[in-house]
């Protein structure tokens, strides 16, 4: 299992934690001892399982909230790039800034900023 926890969705608070692997149980087990992921438990369970990648919202032991998101392989950039465009959505949904037409740059330069950032440290290990 690789992890990346805490990237900060800059300009905003919001915090970002990657998980990678095919360890499925390992890592079950961890964001279940880490994260309050709610009524959506089963839908967190049944991602890690069967997909190769999601992304989704939790709170952590100290109740801050946290983008969570799993990659299967951490090489699969496609599917990296896929959950990373989904963490922007996030990003701006809790940060109360809507995406439009208008404002496409703010979610590429978000998208671009997050997507160097994971790759930097999955680099670095």
Same mark, same amino acid.
């Given at each position: 299992?690789?992890?990346?926890?805490?990237?900060?969705?800059?300009?905003?608070?919001?915090?970002?934690?990657?998980?990678?692997?095919?360890?499925? *149980?390992? !890592?079950?087990?961890?964001?279940?001892?880490? $994260?309050?992921? @709610?009524?959506?438990?089963?839908d967190f369970d049944s991602a +890690?399982?069967?997909?190769?990648?999601?992304?989704?919202?939790?709170?952590?032991?100290?109740?801050?909230?946290?983008?969570?998101?799993?990659?299967?392989?951490?090489?699969?950039?496609?599917?990296?790039?896929? *959950?990373? !465009?989904?963490?922007?959505?996030?990003?701006? $949904?809790?940060? @109360?800034?809507?995406?439009?037409?208008?404002?496409?740059? +703010?979610q590429t330069y978000l998208y671009?900023?997050?997507?160097?950032?994971?790759?930097?440290?999955?680099?670095?290990?």
């Open positions: 299992m690789r992890k990346i926890i805490g990237l900060q969705a800059a300009p905003t608070r919001l915090l970002v934690d990657l998980y990678f692997g095919e360890d499925i *149980e390992k !890592i079950e087990k961890e964001i279940d001892d880490k $994260y309050d992921k @709610g009524e959506d438990e089963d +890690i399982e069967s997909r190769r990648g999601f992304c989704g919202w939790v709170y952590d032991e100290d109740n801050v909230l946290r983008l969570l998101i799993y990659v299967r392989n951490s090489s699969d950039l496609i599917t990296l790039g896929h *959950e990373v !465009i989904h963490a922007t959505w996030y990003v701006q $949904y809790f940060s @109360g800034f809507k995406f439009s037409y208008n404002s496409q740059e +703010i671009e900023y997050l997507m160097t950032e994971i790759l930097k440290q999955l680099s670095d290990e």
